[in-house]
């Protein structure tokens, strides 16, 4: 999947990209045929860049109720021809998702186009998942026939099968075929469960990589080729060595942190680092001097696990530098450091912004780090991120800091919050936003009888509201 274009923050369509609460108050008050078309936009072109950690599909879900929206772009879009073309979950999984939530609110439409798409589309499974958690048992059993059609009966046909019944999310479809009256579905479907259960115990059975009874050189020896395939394994390679190395092998694997091929290093500076090695910061700053890509992120990521007063302060010291080890010192202050630290992790916060603009990786523990120290002076900074990032998780963090630093939060982006499309940042408007704004008080109710809510966010709205639901 490409990475969205997403529009600027100031229009309909960039607020509801960004999942703000601010995308639904404005399209509640935009007209609405162009609200509803900036909301069909964002749910046919998923907007998130991390789809599988971002919310979307309530915030969405919850603005068709309110906007009346008909679904027969959804429809046009899940039964086009791309989604034979397109087989990637994405194209379809934030229409699915926004389905279901509809489905839960008494949608019969979003039902039927569920029940539809799980006969016959591509990311049926996804749709499946959708109706186990809110379908009948008659609508389930009515999708038995065509779900097994899908796969053929020879013996590749069923291993398929049995590879579905075993990685589905929700096994209450299955459950419910199992014991369908018909034996030539229940049968196929209890003989897939009995193999998905005997390839999980194969596995348990028959695990790969070292073992205890490994020398140091191969560990390193495994880690190489992980690197040669492509796949980085110094993280469990250096958990075995806590197992395989005893004292006699520091020297060695100091040595492999010093010069080693890029598998052996790797391994060792985790491993070195993990154990508080007094050699391990001299041995970390080496390595992002002379060594690869591959050694210098493993060196930085070795270096923000320490917990150490030592490692602490070597972050105070390399802070200014401009280059990876510079920012991750900017972290670790961010985490560990102390209100004498405050200027640094501020600085570093600036300086992220400016160079790498609002959505850098790096702005996730200095924007936590920043309310963690209460840094007052930063709010105009989080404001700014809060503003212009497109990563919801992101904008609740800065929410969060806000909440700890800017004594305008409570009147201003906490009230909008209670609209996000996040329930973490629901839950952190639920605490803060002034309830003199009749806006406030009837979102809370609204929050607080929604079945679909979350439990956290209830929670929160019950301590603003008191018994006999006034809010307080």
Do not use: K
Not at 17 to 22: C, K, T, V
Not at 355 to 369: I, N, R
Not at 372 to 395: D, F, K, M, N, Q
Request: hydrophobic share 45%; with cysteine.
């Amino acid at each position: 999947m490409f990475d969205p274009v997403i529009a600027p923050s100031g229009t309909l369509l960039g607020l509801l990209q960004r999942g703000r609460g601010d995308g639904t108050l404005h399209a509640l008050t935009a007209p609405r045929a162009e609200a509803l078309a900036a909301l069909n936009h964002c749910v046919l072109r998923d907007p998130r860049h991390d789809w599988q950690v971002e919310n979307r599909s309530l915030y969405y879900a919850r603005l068709y109720v309110d906007l009346h929206g008909e679904l027969d772009e959804i429809e046009a879009h899940l039964f086009d021809v791309e989604d034979v073309l397109d087989t990637d979950e994405s194209r379809t999984g934030l229409a699915l998702a926004v389905l279901g939530h509809l489905a839960s609110y008494g949608s019969r439409d979003a039902l039927d186009l569920l029940r539809r798409y799980a006969a016959v589309g591509t990311s049926w499974a996804w749709a499946l998942d959708e109706l186990a958690l809110r379908d009948d048992d008659a609508g389930l059993r009515a999708l038995a026939a065509p779900v097994l059609a899908r796969f053929g009966t020879d013996a590749e046909g069923e291993a398929e099968l049995a590879a579905a019944v075993r990685d589905a999310f929700e096994p209450r479809p299955w459950r419910l075929w199992a014991d369908d009256p018909r034996e030539s579905i229940s049968t196929r479907v209890r003989a897939a469960q009995e193999t998905g259960c005997f390839d999980r115990w194969q596995r348990q059975m028959r695990p790969s990589g070292p073992r205890p009874g490994w020398s140091v050189d191969a560990v390193f020896e495994w880690a190489q080729q992980g690197i040669d395939r492509g796949a980085a394994l110094h993280v469990p390679a250096a958990r075995c060595l806590t197992a395989v190395a005893g004292p006699e092998d520091r020297p060695q694997i100091v040595e492999a942190a010093r010069s080693g091929d890029d598998g052996a290093r790797c391994t060792a500076l985790r491993y070195l680092a993990d154990g508080n090695d007094p050699d391990a910061l001299d041995l970390i700053e080496g390595a992002i001097t002379d060594g690869t890509t591959a050694v210098v992120e493993a060196a930085v990521d070795a270096f923000e696990r320490m917990r150490s007063i030592a490692a602490v302060d070597r972050a105070r010291g390399w802070v200014h530098r401009p280059d990876p080890l510079g920012a991750a010192a900017g972290r670790m202050l961010a985490c560990l450091g102390g209100t004498r630290d405050s200027d640094l992790v501020l600085a570093a916060l600036r300086e992220a912004v400016r160079g790498e603009g609002p959505d850098a990786s790096t702005l996730w523990t200095l924007v936590d780090g920043t309310g963690r120290l209460g840094i007052v002076c930063a709010a105009p900074v989080l404001r700014h991120i809060y503003r212009e990032t497109a990563s919801s998780h992101l904008r609740g963090r800065a929410a969060r800091a806000l909440a700890a630093t800017d004594p305008s939060f409570a009147a201003g982006f906490a009230v909008e919050c209670l609209w996000d499309c996040e329930e973490t940042t629901r839950e952190v408007a639920a605490r803060h936003a002034e309830t003199g704004d009749a806006r406030v008080v009837d979102q809370l109710r609204r929050l607080a009888a929604d079945p679909a809510e979350e439990a956290e966010v209830q929670t929160a709205v019950r301590s603003r509201i008191g018994p006999d639901s006034t809010a307080v």
